[in-house]
């Protein structure tokens, strides 16, 4: 009698409802979408990069469309998020410190979450994660806007500061832009403390110089 077994190229896929495994589903997608764009996520891929095969990947979402947004509103949220508890964190007994303390919270959660900023300033970012991801900095925008307003008239009572505050904040935009960008390219030397630092203390002065 033959005893000998099929084999397939693919490995069993672990036991896991859809719940469970979606998250690495997200995983997965992120991997590939970072690697070589939103274009390259398919059910697919996927299923090839997770080593399953593509009805474990169909259990978890019905198909591509939903996949990928699914993918972009956690990354979205997520970057939201990360972003907020940067600004709130940001505190200090000087205006230096309390810079610091924010551009640092800030590249903490960047070094964390790598990919979501790699996704974020892809080359060639899909319409859909623009989109998102505007909504993300538009957020942010407007809390970082009540946050940072009674600091800057606390501190050194800014004049003019409704005419000034739009060019204040979209160049404190733009610097946790910058900061997240020295801190993911590869040939950065800094720690997300030391570049929070740096970033801390020639912001503060930019807010002050206002």
């Known amino acids: 009698m033959n005893t000998s077994t099929k084999t397939t190229s693919k ?3 672990p036991h896991l409802g859809p719940e469970r495994r979606r998250p690495f589903v997200l995983d997965a ?3 590939i979408a970072v690697a070589s764009g939103i274009g ?3 059910i697919g891929a996927v299923a090839d990069h997770m080593g399953v095969t593509r009805p474990v990947v169909y ?3 019905a198909d591509r469309v939903e996949l ?3 993918l972009i509103q956690r990354e979205g949220t997520l970057l939201l998020d990360g972003l907020l508890d940067a600004l709130h964190s940001a505190a200090g007994k000087a205006p230096e410190d309390a810079w610091i303390t924010g551009f640092t919270s800030l590249l903490r959660f960047v070094a964390s979450r790598p990919d979501t900023w790699r996704l974020l300033f892809s080359a060639d970012p899909d319409p859909a994660l623009v989109t998102r991801f505007t909504m993300a900095r538009q957020a942010l925008r407007y809390h970082a806007t009540d ?3 009674p600091a800057l008239e606390a501190w050194w009572a800014t004049p003019d500061l409704d005419k000034k505050m739009p060019a204040l904040m979209e160049m404190f935009m733009a610097s946790c832009e910058a900061a997240a960008k020295s801190l993911l390219d590869p040939e950065s030397p800094w720690t997300p403390d030391e570049l929070g630092a740096l970033y ?3 912001i503060c002065r930019a807010f002050e110089a206002a």
């Open 29 to 31: 997608a992120l991997d």
């Open 59 to 61: 259990k978890c979402y």
């Open 200 to 202: 801390g203390r020639m």
């Open 40 to 42: 390259a996520v398919t």
């Open 147 to 149: 946050w940072i307003r």
């Open 68 to 70: 990928i947004q699914a």
């Open 11 to 13: 490995a069993r896929a």
